[in-house]
C-alpha cells in the first residue's frame, strides 16, 4: 500500500512540474509544413511551447495539402507554399478536444474542432501555427497525418474530404455570420441527417432557413447551397457515429462559445479541455495497473 501511495505521489508531482505529456508517455507529432526556414521552425515551435527534438517531427507538402483542398478552396487560399504546422497529442477517451492557433486568420478554433469530429477525432490537443499570418485552410492535412502516424489507422478518406469541405463551407459563413453561429448551424445540420435523407432539397432548403433563424442570422441563397451540398455529403458518412462525435463534442463547443476569447503575444489561445477527477484516477489507476 506504501508503495502504490508513493507512486501516486511521484506521478502527481510530475504532472504538476510541467513535464511535456510525450515525456509520460502520450502519443504525439509536430508536422512541420515544408516549406519553412529554420528560422521560421524554431517560431513554430516556440508557438507549441516545445524544444524542436523533443517531439517526433514529420513533414507535410503543398501537394499533400492540396489532395484535400483542391475543389473546395479557393486557391489564392491553398497558396503554392506550405506554411500552417501543427502539434497533435493525442488524449485518453473522455478528455475531450484542446484546440489553440496561432497567427491563423481564416479558421476558428471551433471550426477545427468540429471538421475534425466529422472525421473522427475527438479526444486530442492540437496547436495549429504559422509563423505569419495565414488562412490555415491546409491544417487539417497535418492533423490527419500526425493522426495516421501515431495509430497506425488510417482515416476514411471520404470523411477527409468531407471534413475539409465542412472546414471551408464554414469559414466562409463564419466571414458573414461569426465563426460560433457558423459552426452551430453546421452542427444542427449534423445532428439530423437522418432526417435530411429524407428531405427533397427545398425541404432541406426550409430547414436550414429555420435554423439559421434561430441564430437569428440571414442565409443567401449561394449560402444556403453551400449547407445543402454539405448535407448531402455528410449523409454518405456512417450518421450515426458521426451523430455520436457531435454530441460528444458539444459540451466544448458550448464552453468555447461562453469563454471570453483573448489574444495575447504571439499565441492567441481558445482552448478547453473536458476531463472529469474521475477520468484522472482511472488514467493514474491504468498507469499503476490497478
Known amino acids: ?18 513535464i511535456p505529456a510525450y515525456a509520460l508517455g502520450n502519443q504525439s507529432r509536430a508536422v512541420i509544413a515544408a516549406d519553412l526556414t529554420d528560422e521560421q521552425i524554431e517560431q513554430v515551435y516556440n508557438a507549441f511551447g516545445l ?14 495539402e492540396r489532395q ?24 485518453p477517451s473522455g478528455s475531450g478536444m484542446d484546440v489553440t ?7 476558428s478554433p471551433e471550426m477545427y474542432l468540429s471538421a475534425l469530429a466529422t472525421v473522427g477525432i475527438t479526444d486530442a490537443k492540437i496547436i495549429v501555427a504559422s509563423p505569419y499570418e495565414v488562412s490555415g485552410t491546409a491544417a487539417l ?18 470523411a477527409k474530404l468531407i471534413s475539409t469541405q465542412e472546414l471551408t463551407i ?5 466571414s458573414e455570420i461569426g465563426s460560433m453561429d457558423s459552426t452551430g448551424i453546421v452542427n444542427d445540420l449534423k445532428l439530423m441527417l437522418d432526417e435530411t435523407k429524407q ?7 426550409q430547414t436550414i432557413l429555420d435554423i439559421a433563424g434561430e441564430y437569428n442570422v440571414k442565409l443567401s441563397d449561394k449560402q444556403i447551397s453551400q449547407l445543402i451540398g454539405l448535407c448531402r455529403s455528410l449523409e454518405k458518412l456512417d450518421t450515426e457515429a458521426l451523430r455520436y462525435n457531435v454530441e460528444y463534442v458539444q459540451g466544448t463547443l458550448n464552453k468555447v462559445s461562453g469563454a471570453k476569447m ?29
Open 262 to 290: 483573448a489574444k495575447t503575444g504571439f499565441l492567441g489561445t481558445v482552448g478547453v479541455v473536458i476531463e472529469s477527477v474521475s477520468s484522472f484516477f482511472e488514467r493514474i489507476g491504468r498507469f499503476l495497473g490497478l
Open 101 to 107: 492557433t496561432s497567427n491563423i486568420t481564416w479558421c
Open 199 to 205: 428531405m427533397s432539397d427545398q425541404e432541406l432548403r
Open 68 to 91: 484535400y483542398l483542391d475543389g473546395y478552396v479557393d486557391s489564392a487560399l491553398i497558396g503554392t507554399r506550405s506554411i500552417s504546422s501543427v502539434y497533435v497529442e493525442m488524449l
Open 170 to 174: 464554414t469559414g466562409d459563413l463564419a
Open 141 to 158: 492535412t497535418g492533423v490527419y497525418k500526425a493522426y495516421e502516424d501515431m495509430t497506425g489507422k488510417k482515416l476514411d478518406d471520404l
Open 51 to 64: 524544444r524542436r527534438g523533443s517531439v517526433v517531427e514529420l513533414r507535410v507538402t503543398n501537394q499533400e
Open 1 to 18: 500500500m506504501k508503495k502504490v501511495i508513493s507512486l501516486l505521489m511521484v506521478l502527481l508531482l510530475t504532472l504538476s512540474a510541467g
